[in-house]
Nanobody, 126 residues
Framework: QVQLVESGGGLVQTGGSLRLSCTASGRTGSVYTMGWFRQTPGKERKFVASITFGGGDTNYAESVRGRFAISRDNSKNTVDLQMNSLKPEDTGVYYC???????????????????WGRGTQVTVSS
């Protein structure tokens, strides 16, 4: 079993920054690609960013490219999402996700991911 726990969400003004963190526990050797998705009430969960196990291949949604940066530290079993220049449209619950071996690539679709955290709320006020 793998558990993912997100942290770092909060309320910020437009143009502000937040850094989200996700910590994996349990059978962490089974965690390969890690990614971030976000969702607002009544809306579909959308891809935000992903990073492969070695960190050499990342992918971003067009709406966040240039503003967000994903990184990971396998020694700590963590993946972070640095969010800058935040906009009201970035508001939502942010979920951390992970694939299982041997699946490892810059995936953008939810079905590629096996494990999910419970989410952390990000609210950007206008």
């Amino acid at each position: 079993q793998v558990q993912l726990v997100e942290s770092g969400g909060g309320l910020v003004q437009t143009g502000g920054s937040l850094r989200l963190s996700c910590t994996a526990s349990g059978r962490t050797g089974s965690v390969y690609t890690m990614g971030w998705f976000r969702q607002t009430p009544g809306k579909e969960r959308k891809f935000v960013a992903s990073i492969t196990f070695g960190g050499g291949d990342t992918n971003y949604a067009e709406s966040v490219r240039g503003r967000f940066a994903i990184s990971r530290d396998n020694s700590k079993n963590t993946v972070d999402l640095q969010m800058n220049s935040l906009k009201p449209e970035d508001t939502g619950v942010y979920y951390c996700a992970a694939t299982i071996p041997p699946i490892d690539g810059p995936y953008t679709v939810a079905p590629a991911y096996e494990y999910w955290g419970r989410g952390t709320q990000v609210t950007v006020s206008s």
